[in-house]
């Protein structure tokens, strides 16, 4: 079995939405990785819909998220704009 996010996966996204690929600490970045993470377990529990645990980590991950994109809402309007056009997140 493969592992869904590989290094390389993740320095691509860090790449495409953060400032460059070894910027891991922006909160772009981290919104991104994320949202890539949130698909990924959105999908297993469309297959597993008894996996409670999954279900915990998504709705933490979906907080988590949340709690990002509030701060970056707060901090700088455009770039949170920027995010969630890029994304194509609902807001």
Same mark, same amino acid.
């Given at each position: 079995?493969?592992?869904?996010?590989?290094?390389?996966?993740?320095?691509? %996204?860090?790449?495409?939405? !953060?400032?460059?690929?070894?910027?891991? !600490?922006?909160?772009?970045?981290? #919104?991104? =990785?994320?949202?890539?993470? %949130?698909?990924?377990?959105?999908?297993?529990?469309?297959?597993?819909?008894?996996?409670? !645990?999954?279900?915990?980590? /998504?709705?933490?991950?979906? !907080?988590?998220?949340?709690? =990002? /994109?509030?701060?970056?809402?707060?901090?700088? #309007?455009?770039?949170?704009?920027? #995010?969630?056009?890029?994304?194509?997140?609902?807001?």
């Amino acid at each position: 079995m493969s592992e869904y996010l590989a290094s390389d996966k993740k320095q691509e %996204i860090f790449g495409k939405y !953060g400032k460059s690929n070894k910027d891991t !600490g922006s909160p772009e970045s981290q #919104i991104a =990785l994320f949202s890539y993470r %949130i698909a990924h377990l959105s999908e297993h529990l469309k297959n597993n819909k008894k996996d409670f !645990g999954t279900q915990r980590s /998504l709705l933490r991950l979906v !907080g988590k998220r949340r709690r =990002l /994109l509030d701060y970056l809402k707060s901090k700088d #309007i455009e770039r949170y704009r920027n #995010i969630v056009k890029a994304l194509n997140l609902r807001k």
